[in-house]
Nanobody, 122 residues
Framework: QVQLVESGGGSVQAGGSLRLSCVVS????????VAWFRQAPGKERERVAD???????SYTESGKGRFTVSKDNAKNTLYLQMNSPRPEDTAMYYC????????????????WGQGTQVTVSS
């Protein structure tokens, strides 16, 4: 059974910092394509950052410059370091993983966590 469990969300003031964690089980995490998404009320879910099978990271405009995605394969854990968050970063944050352990990452995430809420106040 595949499980993704996020933690680390909460309330933070703009300009502060927050680190989200996602513990993954049931798949070979070290070879997985994984990502962070977020969804704000009334908005569509959007990808924030991702890491491919060999550890290369990429960011959308939502996360570029202020967020850092990383993974610890020994702990089966994905992280999202949020620096200088803004009120517009307020959202439910989800981690996600693709199925399979080889080939290029496709962007088709089939495994999802339950989410962790981040609220940024001005």
């Amino acid at each position: 059974q595949v499980q993704l469990v996020e933690s680390g969300g909460g309330s933070v003031q703009a300009g502060g910092s927050l680190r989200l964690s996602c513990v993954v089980s049931g798949i070979t995490f070290s070879r997985s394509c994984v990502a962070w998404f977020r969804q704000a009320p009334g908005k569509e879910r959007e990808r924030v950052a991702d890491i491919d099978r060999i550890g290369r990271s990429s960011y959308t405009e939502s996360g570029k410059g202020r967020f850092t995605v990383s993974k610890d394969n020994a702990k089966n854990t994905l992280y999202l370091q949020m620096n200088s968050p803004r009120p517009e970063d307020t959202a439910m944050y989800y981690c996600a993983a693709e199925s399979g352990g080889w080939g290029i990452c496709t962007g088709q995430y089939v495994y999802w966590g339950q989410g962790t809420q981040v609220t940024v106040s001005s």
